[in-house]
């Protein structure tokens, strides 16, 4: 697709609503697993079946299409955020490659600046060790980007990253190799994190969340290669992003 706002990734990702269906001799197994994709852009349904001590999920997308069976005790792994947050996760960590891009592209909401930053840091920390490389951020108000200006001072000087950020009102201090992009609009109500991921296109990831609250959050976040290269593109083209 080609994005013509920010607004349209989300349509993009929309448009792929996964289901789960789980088999379980308890429905609560699937009652939980449903609270815990509450805030997702996913379906649950459940089937009884006795067959299994554990249960089992099978994984389909939007077309009803097939994507993989997991093991409820996989699901609780990867799930629970007292053991690691979604989106620090690895396929290699999970052991589950289908669950794992299953969860990237799907929507979450009510996700508030706590959570936000600490997905924030997981794009950053793979821009900082690539140390190569353009990074994006949308701040919104350069409160925020005031917030965030150690860390942002730290990651333009580091190697060969190229970092520009974006508001939308004026920035008027002085900043060494940082860019500062301002405009209204859209990046008043834009949280996003991208990271082109530089040669290696397995590190390029993007987090993208409009606030439809104050202080809280609807959006995603991605490791599609092709669908970072859309979201770069389309700031490149649409901002005045000055040149590496």
Request: some cysteine.
């Amino acid at each position: 697709m080609t994005i013509e706002g920010l607004d349209d990734a989300f349509v993009a990702v929309e448009r792929e609503r996964k289901r789960l269906v789980v088999h379980a001799a308890d429905v609560a197994v699937a009652d939980e697993l449903e609270r815990q994709f509450a805030t997702r852009n996913v379906a649950v349904d459940y089937r009884r079946t006795a067959a299994f001590d554990e249960g089992f999920v099978v994984i389909r997308d939007a077309d009803g299409r097939f994507r993989g069976t997991l093991g409820i005790d996989q699901f609780d792994t990867v799930l629970s955020p007292e053991t690691t947050p979604l989106w620090a996760l690895e396929p290699s960590e999970t052991e589950a490659d289908e669950l794992f891009d299953f969860l990237e592209n799907t929507l979450f909401s009510s996700y508030d600046r706590r959570q936000m930053l600490a997905a924030t840091r997981e794009i950053e920390d793979r821009a900082w060790r690539a140390a190569e490389g353009h990074l994006y951020a949308g701040f919104q108000r350069t409160a925020a980007l005031e917030a965030q200006r150690e860390a942002y001072d730290r990651l333009s000087a580091r190697g060969e990253l190229s970092v520009t950020v974006f508001t939308d009102d004026d920035w008027d201090k002085a900043l060494e190799e940082l860019s500062v992009v301002s405009a209204s609009g859209e990046i008043g109500q834009f949280w996003f994190v991208v990271f082109d991921g530089t040669v290696e296109e397995n590190q390029a990831c993007a987090l993208v969340a409009e606030e439809r609250e104050p202080g809280l959050y609807y959006g995603f976040w991605t490791y599609d290669p092709a669908f970072v290269g859309e979201l770069v593109a389309y700031l490149e083209d649409t901002y005045d992003v000055p040149e590496a």
